[in-house]
Nanobody, 127 residues
Framework: EVQLVESGGGLVQAGGSLRLSCAAS????????IGWFRQAPGKEREGVSC???????YYRDSVKGRFTISSGDTKNTVYLQMNSLKPEDTAIYYC?????????????????????WGQGTQVTVAS
């Protein structure tokens, strides 16, 4: 059974930093990507960043230069380092896994492409 477990959320002041972790287990797919999404109250879920098995990374424009995605030694743990946080970054952050990805450059941020989801972790940025 595929499991994705997020951790690292919390409350931080604007300008502060948090590091989210996603521990993925229970799968042996040949190719996959792990992505981070977020959903604020009343808004649609949106892609934040993703990383492929080859290490290719993608970011939404609003977080470029502030967020960094990386993978651990085993590739099954993915981190999202979030710096210079803004109140508009407040949301529940989810990690998700997309097996056999295609057209990644164009589709990485589409939630319905992803097959497995974690439960989410709350990030709140106070102004």
């Amino acid at each position: 059974e595929v499991q994705l477990v997020e951790s690292g959320g919390g409350l931080v002041q604007a300008g502060g930093s948090l590091r989210l972790s996603c521990a993925a287990s229970g799968f042996t797919f040949d190719d996959y990507v792990i992505g981070w999404f977020r959903q604020a109250p009343g808004k649609e879920r949106e892609g934040v960043s993703c990383i492929s098995r080859r290490g290719n990374t993608y970011y939404r424009d609003s977080v470029k230069g502030r967020f960094t995605i990386s993978s651990g030694d085993t590739k099954n743990t993915v981190y999202l380092q979030m710096n210079s946080l803004k109140p508009e970054d407040t949301a529940i952050y989810y990690c998700a896994l997309w097996k056999d990805p295609r057209d990644l450059e164009w589709h990485w941020g589409w939630p319905y492409e992803y097959d497995y989801w974690g439960q989410g972790t709350q990030v709140t940025v106070a102004s």
